[in-house]
């Protein structure tokens, strides 16, 4: 028996995804000015292979997006945690790792283009994964019922737009969770 090389769409898969993950993490690092040859070049495929993938930054960027607006949405469905507020403020410290790490891409998405429906379309989507978390906490009398989710969501942006390293965000963040706790009144 000989081996057979991978097939086409194997491969064709394997370098979208090394496109991807390459392109993730220059942006991560250098901001969405990074090149395309850079990118190209870090994931190791050639500049035709990149643009056959993307033909375009703004292409590049909004699959970023989706991809990352994916996983977050799909966190929402499968966090765990041993009550519905532990299970909500799980998947919010996922949002905030998601905010922190988007922001390069939504820059140059806003950059290299007249509308951002995709920036745009990932909140709606975002709102509508992680309701069930909130109305479940909610429900359970475990998170106060006097903020809706746009305004929780608008909270943990908030904090991760904040100056500083990671280090000194994550306990305000700990508290901000802390604070969505039902109050006595």
């Not at 905010?99 to 509508?128: C, N, W, Y």
Request: hydrophobic share 40%; net charge negative.
């Amino acid at each position: 028996m000989t081996d057979h090389p991978p097939s086409k769409r194997a491969d064709a898969a394997r370098n979208r995804q090394r496109i991807l993950d390459a392109a993730r993490a220059a942006f991560a690092a250098t901001g969405p000015e990074t090149s395309m040859a850079e990118i190209a070049r870090q994931s190791g495929v050639g500049s035709a292979t990149l643009y056959r993938n993307f033909a375009t930054r703004h292409e590049l960027l909004e699959a970023l997006l989706v991809d990352e607006v994916d996983e977050v949405c799909a966190a929402a469905a499968t966090v765990e945690g041993d009550s519905p507020e532990e299970r909500l403020t799980t998947w919010l410290r996922r949002f905030f790792q998601y905010v922190t790490t988007k922001r390069p891409i939504v820059l140059g998405l806003l950059e290299h283009t007249d509308t951002a429906d995709p920036v745009f379309q990932s909140r709606e989507r975002m709102l509508a994964a992680s309701q069930p978390l909130l109305s479940a906490a909610q429900d359970a009398h475990q998170i106060a019922g006097d903020l809706d989710l746009d305004q929780i969501l608008d909270l943990v942006m908030a904090i991760a737009k904040i100056p500083g390293s990671p280090e000194y965000r994550q306990p305000i963040l700990d508290v901000a969770l802390a604070g969505l706790h039902t109050r006595d009144t």
